[in-house]
């Protein structure tokens, strides 16, 4: 790396002595740190990952020293660590003196169910099916970060969407119609100005811009959300396309990609003490056919063991066909089961069968306790079609990423229409509207609710944004207004 001393000649090189001699070796240059993935740098150099990968973050962080971009220097690294413990290294005290910062939902039983709404310096999930309201959580959230506490930060916003482009009618129809926004004078309101906004439209344009891009525009706009909308989409479609998307390898290297973006959003959530929250989406889960009878819930299931065909390979040649009076086909002479018995007694006995797992260890037991479907079972009474069973994507690898899930449900509401053909009335039903649910699965600063729909809030999706339902005030208003008809 014999550009290093010229592009930064501030660069603390003693501190890497043991990794600059190999990379010159192999002709890498400073660009080459910036621009390779750690991965291949390390199959080309024989280095340690971590070492390398903190070469190539001191070397990005003291060009964004010298371009301007950025105000801490390498070399106030130890200095820093000497004066601040550090986040990882405070005690529990000290983390319950320092006061919590939350993004609001501009709804108090949202926020009073959230323990005060979305918190900063974490990785929040919101999941969901089509339909159910992620997006409208995420663009009220948007707009709430720029409000002062303890509402917002006070703090501009970037969203990152993996699939289609920010509404901005939408958002626009948010601030006109909001309550909360209307009671605002002009200037304290929220703007659109400060909401940045980007496409990734593939896995490749993620990453460079989650790893090189956004350090730079959260350290220069001091960011206070930053928000992945759909955190799946690309992962589904490079990970989970072709005939291989179920081979170690892939799933593998899906694997890794996933830490390694969890790694890259809790660094930013922590460093610079900003909200991260994701959307996510669901796939449908399917119980066992003993669950679907009734007889029995789903963490119980019988698992079915099948033998791969490297095992069958491995097993060497198979054994020539036994002759029809040893295989059973014809009946045994008894000359033929004096030899029949002698060539049982030779034959080893069989290994005797491994005990089923405890249930505990299944997938369907432990999954009730993160995904935020299937919790009920044990529970309620409820049929397999009335429960609809869903799963969180990207699986247990992600889950273990993420600080808090909230889960949205929605259910179909229907209602009956009168229609008049030939004289004669006929009943059909049709969808009238949709119920939502907000529902906490896990948090580090607030209880999960219970199983099913218990401790979930209902909300409806309004011009104005997002709003809690109080069903038994809502039928009391119907009812007045039936009265008032008559």
Not at 102 to 131: H, K, N, Q
Not at 305 to 320: F, I, Y
Not at 410 to 425: M, N
Request: charged letters at 25%; one cysteine or more.
């Amino acid at each position: 790396m014999t550009d290093l001393s010229r592009i930064l000649p501030d660069f603390p090189v003693g501190r890497y002595a043991n990794l600059l001699p190999t990379i010159e070796k192999h002709g890498l240059t400073t660009a080459d740190l910036l621009t390779l993935q750690v991965p291949e740098i390390g199959r080309i150099t024989r280095l340690p990952l971590l070492d390398t990968r903190r070469l190539c973050l001191a070397i990005l962080e003291a060009l964004h020293v010298d371009l301007g971009v950025s105000d801490r220097h390498p070399r106030d690294d130890e200095e820093q660590a000497k004066r601040d413990p550090g986040v990882l290294r405070q005690t529990g005290t000290q983390l319950l003196a320092k006061p919590g910062q939350f993004i609001s939902t501009l709804d108090d039983d949202l926020d009073r169910a959230l323990g005060g709404g979305v918190p900063a310096g974490y990785i929040t999930e919101i999941t969901g099916e089509s339909g159910a309201g992620k997006t409208q959580f995420l663009l009220t959230l948007l707009l709430a970060c720029q409000l002062p506490p303890p509402r917002g930060l006070g703090r501009p916003v970037l969203y990152i969407s993996t699939e289609a482009p920010l509404s901005t009618r939408r958002l626009s129809q948010l601030l006109a119609h909001n309550p909360y926004f209307q009671s605002l004078p002009a200037s304290e309101r929220p703007s659109l100005d400060k909401i940045i906004s980007t496409v990734t439209p593939d896995l490749e344009s993620q990453d460079h811009i989650l790893s090189f891009q956004v350090p730079v525009e959260v350290s220069r706009r001091n960011i206070g959300l930053l928000v992945l909308d759909s955190v799946a989409a690309n992962y589904r479609a490079e990970f989970e396309r072709g005939a291989s998307s179920a081979s170690g390898s892939n799933l593998a290297a899906r694997t890794t990609e996933l830490v390694r973006l969890g790694q890259i959003l809790h660094d930013l959530a922590r460093k610079h003490d900003l909200a991260v929250v994701v959307a996510n989406q669901v796939a449908d889960r399917f119980a066992g056919s003993a669950f679907k009878s009734g007889s029995a819930p789903p963490f119980s299931l019988p698992r079915v063991s099948q033998e791969s065909p490297l095992a069958k390979r491995s097993k060497g040649p198979m054994a020539p066909p036994l002759p029809p009076q040893l295989s059973g086909a014809e009946p045994p002479s008894s000359s033929m089961a004096d030899i029949l018995a002698s060539v049982r007694s030779s034959m080893p006995e069989p290994p005797p069968e491994e005990p089923p797992p405890p249930p505990a260890l299944l997938l369907d037991h432990q999954q009730r306790w993160f995904t935020g479907w299937g919790d009920e079972y044990p529970y309620g009474r409820l049929s397999i079609r009335e429960q609809d069973l869903k799963t969180p994507s990207l699986g247990l690898v992600w889950s273990t990423q993420i600080a808090a899930r909230l889960a949205l449900f929605k259910k179909p509401v229907y209602g009956r229409k009168e229609v008049l053909e030939d004289g004669e009335g006929e009943s059909t039903t049709t969808l009238r509207n949709w119920r939502r649910w907000m529902k906490v699965v896990f948090a580090p600063h607030v209880a999960g609710t219970g199983p099913g729909l218990d401790g979930a809030v209902e909300f409806e999706v309004t011009m104005g944004g997002i709003r809690a339902v109080d069903r038994e005030a809502k039928k009391k208003e119907m009812g007045e207004e039936k009265e008032t008809d008559v």
